[in-house]
């Protein structure tokens, strides 16, 4: 059982950068994966990026691979991610997700949607041309 709440979203042109924060109130927060996804407005919500809990280790979808990078903060139950290079593309709201799966999966397995229990509200991200 975690609430999450997405902060850090908002306007910004082309090419410029924003991080995105998740706070956790769950105080076994180290305990989850966590990941990021978005949704257009009339698309279906996509996956952005995931940590894992064990060893910290990230994927990425191939649309934001070396664009955007995902961390977390343990002791302040916190999970980010820095957007930077941001295209028009990138607009969305974005959410994170906890996965309290007791078996760790493999890394690329972070990126099902199916995986994640907890969701967040989201934040608006809109990147001006």
């Known amino acids: 059982q975690v609430q999450l709440v997405e902060s850090g979203g908002g306007l910004v042109q082309a090419g410029g950068s924003l991080r995105l924060s998740c706070e956790a109130s769950?105080?076994?927060?180290?305990?989850?994966?966590m990941g990021w996804f978005r949704q257009a407005p009339g698309k279906e919500r996509e996956f952005v990026a995931a940590?894992?809990?064990?060893?910290?280790?990230?994927y990425y979808a191939d649309s934001v691979k070396g664009r955007f990078t995902i961390s977390r903060d343990n002791a302040k139950n916190t999970v980010y991610l820095q957007m930077n290079s941001l295209k028009p593309e990138d607009t969305a709201v974005y959410y994170c997700?906890?996965?309290?799966?007791?078996?760790?999966?493999?890394?690329?397995?972070?990126?099902?949607?199916?995986?994640?229990?907890?969701w967040g509200q989201g934040t608006q991200v809109t990147v001006s041309s």
């Open positions: 997700a906890a996965d309290a799966a007791r078996i760790i999966p493999p890394v690329q397995a972070m990126g099902t949607m199916r995986r994640y229990e907890y």
């Open positions: 769950s105080r076994t927060f180290s305990v989850y994966n």
């Open positions: 940590v894992r809990r064990t060893d910290y280790s990230t």
